[in-house]
C-alpha cells in the first residue's frame, strides 16, 4: 500500500456531508433524533465508525427527553487504510450508510448479509 493520504478535517466533513446527501430521502424523513459528528481518533483501534443510542426499531412510548443518538465517522482511522482520495469517499460512504443502518436496528450481521 502507498502512504497513507491526508485528508483535512474540513474536507472529511465535506465527505460526510455528502455522504448523508446520498441516503434517500425517504430514510432521512423517519431519522429522528440522531447527529451525525466527525471524530479524528477512536476509542478502540481499527474503528471506523460507531453509532451509539437506541435504534429506531426498539424505541417506544417511553421514548421522549432523551439526548440525540451519536453517529461518529473517525476521520485517521478512514485515512489510514485508504492511499487514494477516491477510496476515502468511497470508505465515508460505506461508513456513513454502515452507521445509519444501526440507527434503523439493522445488525452487524445483517449488513454483512447484505453486503455492507
Not at 429522528?32 to 424505541?59: A, M
Not at 473517525?74 to 468511497?90: G, K, L, M, P
Amino acid at each position: 500500500m502507498a502512504d497513507v493520504i491526508e485528508v483535512s478535517r474540513e474536507k472529511f466533513e465535506e465527505l460526510v456531508a455528502e455522504a448523508l446527501d446520498t441516503i434517500p430521502p425517504e430514510l432521512t424523513k423517519v431519522m429522528d433524533n440522531v447527529v451525525v459528528v466527525v471524530v479524528d481518533d477512536p476509542p478502540e483501534p481499527d474503528l471506523l465508525g460507531l453509532y451509539t443510542g437506541i435504534p429506531l426499531t426498539e424505541r417506544g412510548d417511553w421514548y421522549a427527553g432523551v439526548l440525540p443518538d451519536r453517529i461518529e465517522i473517525y476521520r485517521n482511522s478512514i485515512c489510514a487504510i485508504c492511499d487514494t482520495e477516491d477510496h476515502v469517499v468511497e470508505e465515508v460512504q460505506i461508513t456513513v450508510v454502515h452507521e445509519i443502518a444501526h440507527h434503523f436496528g439493522i445488525s452487524d450481521e445483517r449488513l454483512h448479509e447484505l453486503g455492507w
